[in-house]
Nanobody, 124 residues
Framework: QVQLVESGGGLVQAGGSLRLSCAASGGIFSSYGMGWFRQAPGKEREFVAGISSWSGARVYYGDSVQGRFTISRDNFKRTVYLQMDSLKPEDTAVYSC????????????????WGQGTQVTVSS
């Protein structure tokens, strides 16, 4: 069983930056593919970024965040990060991290464990 806790969300002006963290407990953290998803009110859950297990050599991004967001992992700290730069009002959402396999890393069905989420609000 893996527990995930996100932090780092908040209110930021457009063009600003935030770094989200997702701390894991339980399980073998390094063996999991990790992902970030977001959901805005009235919208479906959207894939944001994913990173492969172990070394994290493979990273993937949703089209809307490509070039602005960066995902990384620190297996020693059992934490995955999402660096968000050049934020836009349309990035406003609840951001959740997830742990699972890595075959279909952009598919929410790939993941077995989810955090509660952290709110990110970008003002114009």
């Amino acid at each position: 069983q893996v527990q995930l806790v996100e932090s780092g969300g908040g209110l930021v002006q457009a063009g600003g930056s935030l770094r989200l963290s997702c701390a894991a407990s339980g399980g073998i953290f390094s063996s999991y593919g990790m992902g970030w998803f977001r959901q805005a009110p009235g919208k479906e859950r959207e894939f944001v970024a994913g990173i492969s297990s172990w070394s994290g050599a493979r990273v993937y991004y949703g089209d809307s965040v490509q070039g602005r967001f960066t995902i990384s992992r620190d297996n020693f700290k059992r934490t995955v990060y999402l660096q968000m730069d050049s934020l836009k009002p349309e990035d406003t959402a609840v951001y959740s991290c997830a742990a699972g396999g890595e075959r279909y890393i952009s598919d929410s069905a790939n993941y077995n464990y989810w955090g509660q989420g952290t709110q990110v609000t970008v003002s114009s």
